[in-house]
């Protein structure tokens, strides 16, 4: 079997899929992550920030694992519902460079499973877009379905080390939706939510949107958790 590492952005992304995958955590290891016989998950932080420096205690120098940069995303095609997945077909960097999903057509109809899922381009961005107004701007420049902040660093990552790559995403903010920048500073780069930030949910219009974007959040994991089960099989 070949073998799979799944890299997220948050460390509670991470810990919902193995959650959901059943995989326990690998205590060898000095940052959470979590796997069993082939498969592995671990977060990487924020535009994958920590990807180097958590690379070889994942990787083998001998080995070369599918590589899949796995999470929640932002719609840009308002087509696009929370929970929807999205397996695109390549994603540009923010410097507008198109790089390829790698992973073979067996490994992507894996991951679809018969699944309603989005292919096309995504853009992997270094600022959250937050607004409406900012996503239909971004999707108007790129034609990009659906925007995140890693998967064009780990694209790039795998491709340096000879890896075959897939992006395996959902929706957890559509179109139309605003992220309170309340929200976006909850996380800290490393992927972990900052004890600091958690004040700001008393205002309750900051809970409110937090509460919402949780359910929206846990129905895009549920997404991209059963698509990762139909790959590993």
Known sequence: MVAILVLTALEIEARALA???????????????????????APVGLRAGLLGS?????VSASERPLVVSA????????????????????????????????????????????????????AT???AVATPEAKAALRAATGAVAVDMESAA?????AARGCSSLVVRAVSDDARETLPDELLRLMGADGRIRCGGVLALAHPR????????RGSTRRALESVAGSLARLAV
Do not use: K
Request: proline share 7%.
């Open 125 to 127: 961005v270094s600022r």
């Open 71 to 122: 999470g929640v995303c932002a719609g840009l095609d308002p087509a696009l519902r929370s929970g929807d997945l999205v397996l695109p077909d390549a994603v540009f960097n923010d410097g507008g460079l198109r790089l390829p999903v790698t992973a073979s057509d067996a490994q992507r109809a894996a991951a679809a499973g018969g699944a309603p899922a989005r292919t096309g381009v995504m």
């Open 54 to 58: 958590r690379w070889t205690a994942l």
């Open 19 to 41: 959650r959901a995958l059943s995989l326990p955590s690998l205590p060898s290891l000095s940052f959470p992550a979590f796997g069993r016989g082939a498969l592995r998950v």
């Open 154 to 158: 780990i694209l790039e990552a795998a």
């Open 206 to 213: 900051v809970l409110r949107r937090a509460l919402q974007l």
